[in-house]
């Protein structure tokens, strides 16, 4: 029985796990397909220095992607270097010259993944990007295959694993954003340019990618409400506790009478609750659906094997197509089409929100703070002040009922003029329905 022959491009984190799984793994992978699934070629600007495996055996190496595409021998190009300029010319050449794709790109495939899938289709090849999202959790399968017969009517994920460890670790030291921060880059959690991460665009192009799966719709990242966790301090997690909550950054997706409901932020998420309970550089996803209710995901989000494991997952997939010859695919955005469609504005969601404030203290405050809410027709819920000795920079939060948010900002937008207070006050939402 014919081999399937795979050339990687991209030897970084991901590439490296990939090429020392296919090669550490290969009598296993080839128990389960029943033929090899063989590395032909390997592409990296430092392959010819870069530490390989010892049983990789005679491949090609190069440092020019365009030979491993072209290859006459190479079924499946393995695209892992990321970004949206190179590896777009990567995989439009590959499928230009008919060959399988297998992808870890969430930045691409949240941006053009539908019209790729559609050249693929065109071509006669194949697509899949499981490693997009979550690592090691196969969330796409699922929602693909798994639970494809169900109706969801919401998701609700913690989808970067560099945001949770640093709320995480926040929470567990009382330390402040930067301190984590600073140690994640140390130890290699973190880029020495973070804002991929803390200000939510990894987790809002991963939510993009997994509504498409959920719901059918063509969502764009820039179509997705995005706030990051900069603003985080420990003292919100000392009043989140007191409140029996946590602090995580959430991506919701839901369906709702008016429309989807889209979004990326920190959240305060009951204690009780399975996704609050998600700690460190894990990732999880929570799915309800109509028929099939409540299904939960966990694992590793990030890191070179894990990720790897869903590499080379899929490449085992379109491998088995490859040699069955199956027209009949399962599209990687688990529809046939995508509907062309605009979320619901963040302006009209409805929520229990927190504010944090900090003030110069002094009387009337909170009769000043509580007549702009009354003037926007939104109701206290409760003031909270936990113990503090800084009167000249006090904390103090107050929760509210369920509101807009275009209410809620327009009543931040004119507290922030009063002169007691210190900075704007913080507003994060109060998911009550996990």
């Known amino acids: 029985m014919r081999d399937v022959n795979v050339g990687i491009v991209g ?5 490296s796990g990939t090429l020392r799984i296919l090669v550490e793994n290969a009598d296993q992978i080839a128990l389960k397909l029943g033929f090899q699934l063989r590395v032909k070629a390997i592409c990296s600007l430092e392959v010819h220095t870069q530490k390989l495996p010892e049983r990789l055996g005679d491949v090609l190496k190069t440092t020019d992607w365009r030979e491993v595409v072209s290859h006459p021998d190479v079924d499946i190009v393995a695209e892992l270097v990321g970004g949206t300029t190179v590896a777009a010319e990567i995989i439009n050449s590959a499928i230009a010259h008919k060959k399988s ?38 969330i796409h399968a699922v929602l693909r ?35 984590i921060l600073a140690e994640a880059q140390r130890k290699g959690y973190a880029e020495a340019n973070p804002s991929a ?28 409400y995005t706030d990051g966790i900069r603003r985080i301090s420990s003292i919100d997690f000392q009043y989140a506790h007191h409140l029996k909550h946590t602090i995580r950054l959430l991506c919701c997706a839901e369906q709702t009478p008016e429309g989807l409901s889209l979004s990326v932020r920190p959240a305060l998420l009951p204690t009780s609750t399975i996704l609050a309970n998600v700690t460190g550089s894990y990732n999880a996803v929570w799915v309800k659906g ?29 491998a088995r197509e490859i040699r069955s010859g199956s027209p009949e695919r399962v599209s990687p955005f688990a529809h046939e089409r995508l509907g062309e469609y605009q979320p619901i504005p963040i302006g009209r969601q409805k929520r ?29 819920d409760a003031v909270l002040q936990l113990p503090c000795d800084t009167k000249g920079d006090l904390p103090f939060v107050i929760t509210v009922e369920p509101t807009t948010w275009d209410a809620l900002m327009e009543a931040v937008g004119q507290m922030s003029s009063l002169d007691f207070l210190l900075e704007s006050p913080l507003a994060l939402p109060m998911e009550k329905g996990l």
């Open 290 to 318: 109509r028929y099939g209710e409540d299904t939960f995901y966990y694992g590793r989000g990030a890191g070179s094997l894990p990720t790897g494991v869903a590499v080379v997952s899929d490449l085992m997939r379109v």
């Open 11 to 15: 030897l970084g984190n991901v590439g």
């Open 352 to 380: 229990a929100y927190y504010l944090r404030f900090r003030v110069t203290d002094r009387p009337g405050i909170i009769a000043a703070l509580a007549g702009i809410l009354a003037e926007k027709k939104i109701s206290l």
């Open 197 to 224: 991460d803390i200000d939510g665009w990894d987790a809002r192009s991963k939510l993009a990618i997994l509504a498409a799966l959920a719901f059918g719709e063509r969502i764009l990242p820039q179509d997705i």
């Open 101 to 138: 794709v297998v992808t870890a790109n969430k930045e691409l495939m949240a941006l053009q993944g539908a019209e790729i899938w559609e050249r693929a289709v065109a071509a006669g090849i194949n697509l899949a990007m499981e490693a997009s999202v979550a690592g090691g959790i196969p």
């Open 145 to 179: 295959e798994g639970i494809s017969g169900d109706k969801i009517v919401a998701l609700y994920g913690i989808l970067n694993g560099t945001s949770n460890y640093i709320l995480t670790e926040m929470e567990r030291r009382g330390e402040p954003l930067q301190v």
